[in-house]
């Protein structure tokens, strides 16, 4: 079966800081990938999803990026924290519909 | 554009049948799908409907599509104190490589 994982489960960093999140997938081969966010505002909001190694879509500009080294890892990056990107961060996986983790709550003091 | 409308809160009780609705734009959509999330955890997969069928029974769910107003809805009966989470309806974008989320509904169940 697959399962989904992220680390950390929370994270608190201070503004202008870096970041990196991480993502894997067990169980499947080439899934399409997905980093959401989601605010207080409890609307998901997507980020970037990847189809492939390498292939990166950025669905929104901002100071966060992403990359696909491996099939199965999927690694959220910042060079330095905004207030503005504290939230709850989802990776998800699917073809159609998609998987969710466990998320990963970040707070930026 | 693409978006996909919910309303924000309801409340039942115990016991009572709950009614998600929602609202959705893209008439090509394949599939449309609905979500649970319980609090600080991801979005689990509830269940989904095929755009050629008008209804999906599983359990306590009843999925009801209305293609000609783009409308679904989610009938949850029995309701437990344990369905009290934000649930999201969800569609394909046209592009087929992302869902678009609404905003979620949080049910409330009171004893």
């Known amino acids: 079966s697959q399962t989904i994982h992220q680390w950390p489960a929370t994270l608190v960093q201070p503004v202008g800081s870096p970041l990196s999140l991480e993502c894997t997938v067990e169980?499947?081969?080439?899934?399409?990938l997905y980093w959401y966010r989601q605010a207080a505002g409890r609307g998901l909001q997507l980020l970037f999803y990847?189809?492939?190694?390498?292939?990166i879509s950025s669905e929104v500009p901002q100071n966060l990026s992403a990359s696909r080294p491996q099939d199965r890892q999927f690694i959220l990056s910042s060079k330095k924290l905004l207030l503005s990107d504290s939230g709850f961060y989802l990776c998800?996986?699917?073809?159609?519909?998609?998987?969710f983790g466990p998320g990963t709550r970040l707070t930026v003091l | 554009g693409e978006d996909v409308e919910q309303s924000l809160f309801l409340s039942v009780r115990e016991g009572d049948s709950s009614v998600i609705n929602c609202t959705y734009t893209?008439?090509?959509?394949?599939?449309l799908y609905w979500y649970k999330q319980e609090p600080g955890a991801g979005l689990q997969l509830l269940t989904y409907?095929?755009?050629?069928?008008d209804m999906k029974q599983d359990q306590r769910l009843t999925v009801l599509l209305n293609k000609k107003d783009k409308h679904l809805s989610l009938r949850i009966a029995d309701t437990q104190t344990g369905d009290s989470a934000i649930y999201f309806c969800?569609?394909?974008?046209?592009?087929?490589?992302?869902?678009?989320f609404g905003k979620g509904t949080t049910l409330s169940v009171s004893s």
């Open positions: 998800a996986w699917g073809r159609g519909e998609q998987f």
């Open positions: 990847s189809v492939g190694i390498g292939q």
């Open positions: 169980g499947t081969s080439n899934p399409n």
């Open positions: 969800a569609e394909p974008n046209q592009a087929g490589t992302a869902l678009i």
């Open positions: 409907i095929f755009s050629n069928m």
């Open positions: 893209d008439s090509s959509s394949t599939y």
